[in-house]
């Protein structure tokens, strides 16, 4: 299955020597079962929305989903942010701490139609997710896609090959942990407060939520930019260290 | 046969779509691809019975495929980073001389 | 009424299925991978109609999005160019 | 709030602490400064399991309560809970955490790569507790992918085309074990409504779902602990992997898989296992002791040697599945043969990390990792080759090491059990051992007449580097560990009694 790393561009869609009949007859068992228990077994009814119910009017915010992802199970989101900065640190280039935060280079082909894109969208872009991230305590909306639609505007802005962000300086650095650090740190707050890890306190829970769902929604954008910056360009990973 | 169910059938469907794909296509690109799909499947059939009957859906299927798509983003640019750095060393080995 | 909203349904997925096949086993790879966002995009389509508005945005922001901009990049980076050296958008040193 | 010491309040510390090492040494890129802050809070994250685990021995409960965080309660919060099987795995991993932290210290000390190196071994750590101590489902799931990604992460870390290639590979087979995890939760979340393991057990009715759930499981999860079949991926990622990474890898990060197998076969899902499939699983894993010692014997570089004995050993563990079916259906974890397993993962991860250090060292002094280039290596680095000794005697089962209060725990729950024929796959699987060891130490006492030059053979499997000084942390670091299998050898109770309190037979 995964034996041979294939990474040849022409090659046809199907391994020719793959037996397709056994692996066509597996799946298609594995699909029977599946789908015969599907029909016979209804599922149960209701999960945790009764539990949600009476509990949401406590936990902050209204809209269930962000009460669930961002406060009962919100063990669940500060492993999830774990797991993005571990594919951040893998793809990230070796330390070359010489060049400046940020670069810009007026790249010579004036690409008038993105560089219009980019001037007419990238402040909406801003507005709306500010607003994605506000609204996701009674709507739907919240850190995640707030961040992935901020990392979105920093794709385009790499389109143009202009804007440069070197990911090892220690503005960029602070900018990636920032999120899992306020998640960390106000875990350990409120575990010696009160008691027990990850416990809001009523009344606060709402802006506790708030100001963690900001932090998260800044370091998943520059993730995201990271993660997507890393695979194009080439000088960026062939770094002199190596 | 309610859309619900239909909707689980589909996503059992997309699941075995991309676990085939996985088995026999050639590229890693391509089983890339298979195993997104294979999530997007799982995440069909999550959120398929989570509108069971009432209007408003239990949330916690909701939250895990929430997590479910930032984790397969993440675990898919690692891929991606993997291939094209082995990429450009086979190049690299291909393209000079010296073979080592 | 009804019909309508199960036909869409039934269209819906139907989509879904042969826009997996199709993104999966398409002939060239940059055909896969055009498939591929648009089969995020019509699942973002398939949570907003199962009511999941929250997953919505989500899949279509990260899965179809940033996702599609991930493969778009490696396949730039993997496809053979004519000229192995001449990379138009890096100055190389 | 601190004041009532309990197992509670300690035990989210064990995820948060290396959490918050992690982001510390992710920002501070100085040599020195790093140095101080991961030898400093490898101790404290060691202190911290180690009053756990006495917390565990002295209130002598078969579980102890749960920890619900955000105080939500099981089917709406995450519990974190620790029975005898995950607080043996949880001091395991504080033990390891802490050598092999040291060892790093010293194996990554001018090497450009521990900038890269500190903070994934930091969350892989974090990760492992993570999941030691979840109780529920989906909270396991994303345990297994940070431990997946943090681990395909590091095996990368070399960048040579071997490394990249096994990490690709790697990280594929691991995505692809999680999916088949995610599937099996989403089937048991919606014929069970909730994801708390305990709840789970209690509403299993052994239906077609929960079968096809503990199907999933097992197949996603064999995968990802390279059960025979399934164990193209192990070799090449070991082998390439940095020595400390290829340490943790095969002592634990694969335990981890097998940890959720055990706890979801015995404890969860425990009727809707047939006896017939814990036998297959059973002949599984002979043919798994058998095919890696064979190509341990065959194979010709140090580390590959290495990683298909940790194929081999596997095989033994998965020998409980059959053993233990008939033995208790009660809902826990108890009875010789998983006292024989546990001890078995206990003394494989000490003897295996111990083994792959002294053998890193070996590479280091000699410059290849080619058994060929080893003529002669007792009189260069006899240290180093002391502790592979001592740690091969332990994979063989010889009787002062713990391999041989493993085998012999699992010889007498086979005869117990009247499955007599697994006691022959366990003695020839020794057999087999001692013949792969044998190989390599006797070409390491063959005394080389002119001392030339090693030679590099073109298809040199790991890129090799030139021959080094040995810090002497790094052979220091290899002697605590060949002795803890030593001294585990001698006193066996103190594991067994943390792993199975003894307590009148309460179930779940």
């Known amino acids: 299955m995964f034996k041979n790393i294939d990474l040849k561009y022409e090659g046809d869609a199907v391994q020719q020597h793959s037996s397709k009949i056994i692996a066509l007859l597996s799946v298609g068992a594995v699909l029977f079962f599946l789908i015969t228990m599907l029909i016979q077994h209804p599922p149960y009814e209701g999960g945790i929305r009764p539990f949600v119910e009476n509990k949401i009017s406590v936990s902050g915010v209204t809209n269930p989903v962000t009460a669930v992802l961002l406060n009962f199970r919100v063990y669940d989101t500060l492993l999830e942010l774990a797991v993005l900065l571990i594919a951040v640190i893998a793809v990230l280039p070796s330390v070359n701490s010489n060049l400046p935060t940020l670069r810009i280079l007026s790249s010579q082909q004036e690409n008038l139609v993105v560089f219009a894109l980019q001037r007419w969208i990238s402040p909406a872009l801003l507005v709306f997710s500010g607003y994605l991230l506000w609204a996701g305590a009674s709507q739907p909306g919240g850190a995640f896609q707030a961040g992935a639609l901020l990392a979105g505007g920093c794709v385009l802005m790499f389109q143009t090959g202009s804007y440069h962000l070197n990911y090892t300086s220690l503005f960029i650095r602070i900018a990636l942990i920032i999120g899992l650090m306020v998640f960390v740190s106000a875990a350990l707050a409120l575990f010696i407060t009160e008691g027990n890890l990850l416990q809001y306190p009523e009344n606060y829970a709402g802006v506790l939520i708030l100001i963690i769902e900001s932090f998260a929604t800044f370091s998943i954008a520059v993730a995201l930019a990271a993660l997507y910056s890393s695979i194009i360009s080439t000088s960026n990973v062939k770094s002199r260290g190596r | 046969m309610n859309t619900l169910l239909m909707y689980s059938v589909t996503g059992v469907g997309l699941f075995a779509i991309g676990l085939l794909g996985l088995i026999i296509s050639s590229h890693i690109m391509r089983k890339i691809l298979s195993i997104n799909i294979m999530g997007v499947g799982i995440f069909m059939l999550l959120i398929a019975f989570a509108k069971q009957n009432g209007e408003i859906a239990d949330p916690l299927p909701h939250a895990m495929v929430l997590t479910g798509i930032v984790i397969a983003a993440a675990g898919t640019a690692l891929a991606l980073n993997l291939m094209v750095r082995l990429y450009d060393m086979q190049q690299k080995n291909r393209g000079s001389l010296d073979d080592r | 009424m009804m019909d309508i909203a199960i036909a869409f349904d039934i269209l819906l997925m139907l989509g879904c299925l042969a826009l997996a096949w199709v993104s999966i086993f398409s002939a060239s790879l940059f055909r896969c991978i055009v498939f591929f966002v648009c089969f995020g995009l019509l699942i973002t389509i398939v949570w907003a109609q199962m009511g999941a508005y929250d997953v919505a945005i989500a899949e279509g922001a990260i899965g179809a999005g940033i996702t599609g901009a991930l493969l778009l990049a490696a396949w730039n980076r993997i496809k053979p160019t004519k000229r192995q050296d001449s990379d138009s958008i890096e100055e190389r040193r | ?508």
């Open chain 4, 1 to 508: 709030m601190i004041d009532n010491l309990n197992i509670a309040t300690l035990l989210p510390l064990i995820v948060f602490v290396p959490l918050l090492v992690a982001l510390l040494v992710f920002l501070v890129n100085q040599e020195k400064w790093q140095k101080i802050i991961n030898i400093g809070f490898a101790l404290l994250q060691f202190t911290i399991v180690i009053t756990i685990t006495l917390l565990f021995l002295k209130a002598n409960i078969l579980q102890s309560q749960r920890y619900q965080i955000g105080n939500w309660g099981a089917p709406l919060g995450i519990d974190l809970v620790v029975d005898g099987f995950s607080i043996v795995m949880v001091s395991l991993t504080g033990l390891l955490t802490l050598i092999l932290t040291l060892y790093s210290t010293a194996y990554f000390s001018e090497s450009s790569k521990g900038v890269r190196f500190w903070p994934l071994w930091w969350l892989l750590i974090s990760g492992l507790n993570a999941l030691f101590v979840s109780n529920d489902a989906f909270n396991i799931y994303v345990a297994l992918e940070i431990i997946g990604l943090a681990a395909a992460a590091l095996v990368a870390l070399q960048s040579t085309r071997e490394a990249l290639e096994a990490a690709l590979r790697y990280l594929l087979v691991g995505l692809l074990g999680s999916l088949f995890y995610l599937m099996a939760i989403a089937i048991l979340y919606r014929s069970h409504g909730t994801l708390d393991l305990i709840q789970i057990a209690e509403s299993t009715d052994h239906q077609l779902p929960d079968q096809i759930a503990i199907i999933f499981i097992t197949a996603g999860l064999l995968l990802k602990i390279a059960l025979f079949p399934l164990h193209f991926w192990l070799p090449p990622a070991h082998a390439n992997a940095p020595t400390p990474v290829s340490a943790i890898l095969s002592a634990l990060v694969v335990k981890a898989s097998l940890y959720v197998l055990i706890k979801f076969w015995f404890e969860v899902l425990n009727e809707s296992t047939t006896v017939d499939a814990s036998q297959f699983i059973g002949y599984l894993g002979a043919t798994a002791i058998l095919y890696g010692s064979w190509k341990a014997f065959q194979a010709t570089h140090l580390k590959v040697v290495i990683a298909y004995s940790t194929v081999a050993q596997l095989g033994y563990i998965f020998l409980l599945f059959p053993l233990s079916e008939q033995a208790a259906n009660t809902g826990t974890f108890t009875g010789s043969a998983s006292q024989a397993a546990i001890y078995f993962i206990v003394a494989h991860a000490c003897a295996k990390a111990a083994m792959f250090l002294s053998a890193g060292n070996l590479i280091l002094s000699q410059g290849s990792g080619e058994i060929s280039q080893l003529k002669g290596i007792a009189r260069r680095q006899p240290v180093n080759l002391f502790v592979f000794a001592i740690a091969g005697v332990s994979l063989i089962g010889l009787p002062p090491s713990a391999g041989f209060i493993a085998k012999w725990l699992l010889l007498t729950a086979s005869i117990e059990s009247g499955q007599w024929w697994w006691s022959i796959v366990i003695l020839l699987g020794g057999l087999m051992a001692a013949m792969y060891i044998a190989k390599i130490l006797h070409l390491a006492f063959t005394n080389v007449e002119n001392n030339i030059a090693p030679h590099y053979p073109e298809d040199n499997y790991i890129l090799d580097t030139q021959p080094q000084a040995i810090h002497w942390i790094l052979t220091a670091t290899a002697i605590v560990l060949a002795l803890t299998t030593l001294a585990l050898g001698i006193n066996a109770e103190f594991i067994l009694n943390m792993a199975n309190p003894t307590l009148t037979g309460s179930t779940l």
